[in-house]
């Protein structure tokens, strides 16, 4: 059994952006008469970033337990799926700059009427990847072309891509797997 938590040095990054965030959109809200439009326009944003920061500190209490019987995540949204219960598996990447070099992924897994979404900021995320990936295997869940793709890119399954059509963001290239924690 293996524990797995997200990175507290990425996780720190994004408070400090979230209350940045916050902060440039609050701080003009003191200069300007209530009610003005302006007050509207900024608070969007700041409750936005607002958000964002809840979603970030409720990360810093989640826990990933992985074995060989589930998978199960504490915290905020707990889930436990077992292995055997698996009927959906997604493996997303999400790029920050056009040429794609840059950006994380995101594995959803999910069972009846639980699921548990990853980010590759957490530690140990491509051994989870790895044993999903060898549960779809022996369990013959189907994948979608863009989850083969991106399991291909960390080393897992075939990275053949002809038989997929070359979409112009199989053409550009998918990053380096280094770079996924940002």
Not at 4 to 30: K, Q, S
Not at 140 to 151: G, K, V
Request: net charge positive.
């Amino acid at each position: 059994m293996t524990t797995h938590r997200y990175h507290r040095r990425d996780l720190n990054a994004d408070l400090l952006r979230a209350c940045l965030g916050v902060a440039a959109c609050v701080t003009p809200m003191f200069f300007i008469a209530p009610g003005a439009i302006a007050t509207y326009v900024l608070a969007a944003p700041a409750i936005f970033f607002g958000l964002f920061g809840l979603r970030t500190w409720l990360h810093t209490r989640t826990v990933v337990t992985l074995d060989d019987a589930a998978i199960e995540m504490t915290g905020w949204g707990s889930a436990r799926i077992p292995w055997q219960d698996l009927d959906t598996l997604k493996l997303s990447y999400f790029s920050t700059r056009r040429d794609r070099e840059a950006g994380w992924m995101q594995l959803t897994l999910r069972a009846g009427g639980n699921k548990i979404a990853l980010h590759s900021t957490l530690e140990g995320f491509e051994d989870i990847c790895r044993q999903a990936f060898r549960v779809t295997q022996t369990r013959d869940i189907e994948m979608s072309d863009a989850t083969a793709r991106n399991f291909a890119v960390i080393g897992l399954g075939a990275s053949d891509t002809t038989q997929h059509e070359k979409t112009p963001a199989a053409l550009s290239g998918w990053g380096n797997p280094a770079d996924w924690r940002r």
